[in-house]
């Protein structure tokens, strides 16, 4: 088996977050307690999460929880979700599944940590910078050169850690139909979705819109609910291509 890198950004955090006097490098929303999480549910539901039962669930999530994901979305349905112990599986679990040692894959930096060091871990990667005199959106006619015959996965995250860019949508459509030419996936972490400045046009899920599309997200950053430990991903797989 690959032995995988250090982790040295969790290594870091590790040694260093709790310890510190101040904290200026947290990246999800401020964080609520279980009793004004359970304030905003209904009697039946503070019922059902006093009977809630803590054994085993099946083995992609619990029923009633990957239909309360689907939901959420527009053309997904529950069989279509994959529940992990919070994304990190879920960005493991699709590099692995997606990539091997005879792959290439395109990766947005700078990212989170496991989206850059997993695939070089596994196969051959190109990064390709954001452009921070261009808002640090993407260049797309740059990933379309990093392009080779064997490249599998482009990795992306938008709203983008850490710089909180949002790619046009415009840009975002190039890069879907670029990677859709090319028979490539596009890993979207999307577990920012939501947070921005006002009125931020978030984009769309790539698993709504692309047949290769592979949506991460979790209840962590956006709800300040890290502590929940719940992420799932959604592959495109059942989508039509002219969404």
Partial sequence: M?????????????????????????????????????????PDEREAFDDLWLGYT???????????????????????????AGASEGIFA???????KDSHAIVVTPNYQSHETLPVAICAATGIPLDPDDNWS?????????IRPNTRLVTINFPHNPTGAILPLDR??????LCRK???YILHDEIFNGLGPTNA??????AELNERGITINDISKANGLTGLRNGWF??????????
């Fill in 58 to 84: 099946e083995t992609f999530g619990a029923p009633d929880l990957r239909a309360a994901i689907a939901e959420t979305y527009t053309r997904q349905s529950a069989a279509n979700i994959l529940c992990f």
């Fill in 138 to 146: 993407l260049d797309i006619d740059r990933i379309a050169q990093a």
């Fill in 2 to 42: 690959t032995t995988l890198p250090d982790f040295r950004l969790e290594t870091h955090f590790s040694k260093w977050e709790f310890e510190a006097r101040h904290h200026l490098t947290a990246s999800d929303a401020e964080s609520m307690s279980m009793r004004a999480l359970l304030a905003m549910a209904t």
């Fill in 201 to 206: 046009q978030q984009l769309p899920y790539i």
């Fill in 182 to 184: 090319h028979g490539i």
């Fill in 94 to 100: 699709a590099n692995t599944v997606l990539l091997d």
């Fill in 234 to 243: 959604i592959s495109g797989c059942g989508c039509a291509s002219s969404y």
């Fill in 172 to 177: 975002y459509q190039a890069l879907i139909a």
